[in-house]
């Protein structure tokens, strides 16, 4: 393991740290507990430590808090791999081995629920609990799916096809990383647009800049789904703690809830008066559940 300390605009100390010969950017707040597991803070897509900065200052003042940038987002480095569930998996496998050195709770918005269920499910060793704010992943479909109309399908399919392409890829990524559409889309998925700031719109264009960003974002089109969020809870032996923006116009969250009970019932579950990413709309009422959670449910090794 190799570490460099980086600047940082907010007074978070930021570091990176060499994976697979790519500099991976983390911040580290808080001084370890006895008592208390360390916590590790995974943003969702686009996103970056810099999404759960509200988070980190006051979760800081109780656990020793950990947040890491994915590769291909944040100032992590960008390579032109194939990104997956898997790929993260062990990218945080390896730095709660190496780098913070003992089980943690993981806390996941997004993409980064995905990965950290991932990591839980399929390395139990690195987790002390889940923290799923919202969180991304296929289910595997029970219910016989009706034939779809052969011209929607057609049409599918051959926008799937143009997707593919690197022109296209990259004449869509020029359009969604304009400050103006961010802004459109954060407005859209937070219920309190006052929390869309200029900060939060510079925090997820900045990344947007780098180059291999766009190789990133075409990948999304392009990597095979990973495992089923079902039978990845069917693997899972952690405790589970779900919080759940109501307000989320990209998932129903009261019906995706009901599947995550479903297969994992011991769980428990608040649903909060936010959008797609309650930490940063309600930062204040998500850290306090999640101490709550964890001085009640989380074992100390």
């Given at each position: 393991m190799s570490a460099t300390i980086a600047s940082s605009k907010h007074?978070?100390?930021?570091?990176?740290?060499?994976?697979?010969?790519?500099?991976?950017?983390?911040?580290?707040?808080?001084?370890?507990?006895?008592?208390?597991?360390p916590l590790l803070l995974i943003h969702g897509f686009g996103a970056s430590t810099d999404h759960w900065r509200k988070n980190i200052v006051g979760l800081s003042q109780d656990f020793e808090?950990?947040?890491i940038d994915l590769l291909g987002f944040g100032r992590s480095a960008k390579p032109n791999w194939q990104y997956s569930g898997n790929l993260w998996r062990d990218?945080?496998?390896?730095?709660?081995?190496?780098?913070?050195?003992?089980?943690a709770v993981l806390a996941g918005n997004s993409l980064g629920g995905y990965a950290g269920l991932c990591l839980a499910a399929q390395r139990p060793s690195s987790a002390?609990?889940?923290?799923?704010?919202?969180?991304?992943?296929?289910?595997?479909?029970?219910?016989p799916q009706p034939q779809p109309d052969p011209f929607r399908k057609l049409w599918g399919d051959a926008v799937l096809s143009i997707?593919?392409?690197?022109?296209?890829?990259?004449?869509?990524?020029?359009?969604?990383?304009?400050p103006w559409v961010i802004r459109q889309t954060l407005e859209k998925v937070y219920l309190d647009k006052s929390a869309v700031t200029d900060q939060l719109v510079e925090e997820i264009y900045r990344?947007?800049?780098?180059?291999?960003?766009?190789?990133?974002?075409?990948?999304?089109?392009?990597?095979?789904q990973g495992e089923k969020v079902d039978a990845l809870l069917l693997k899972l032996t952690c405790p589970l703690l779900m919080l759940w923006g109501e307000g989320d116009p990209w998932m129903n969250s009261r019906e995706r809830g009901e599947k995550f009970r479903q297969f994992y019932p011991?769980?428990?579950e608040?649903?909060?008066?936010?959008?797609?990413?309650?930490?940063?709309?309600?930062?204040?009422?998500?850290n306090a559940l999640l101490a709550e959670w964890i001085s009640s449910k989380v074992a100390i090794s």
């Open positions: 007074s978070i100390p930021g570091a990176y740290w060499q994976w697979q010969e790519q500099p991976i950017y983390y911040v580290k707040a808080g001084k370890r507990k006895s008592q208390r597991p808090v950990w947040a990218q945080l496998y390896d730095f709660v081995t190496e780098v913070i050195g003992q089980p002390a609990g889940l923290v799923l704010v919202n969180s991304a992943g296929p289910f595997t479909e029970i219910k997707l593919r392409q690197p022109w296209a890829n990259y004449l869509l990524f020029q359009y969604l990383r304009q990344p947007s800049c780098d180059p291999g960003a766009v190789k990133v974002f075409a990948s999304v089109f392009s990597t095979p011991q769980l428990t608040h649903y909060l008066q936010a959008g797609h990413c309650p930490h940063d709309e309600v930062p204040d009422k998500v």
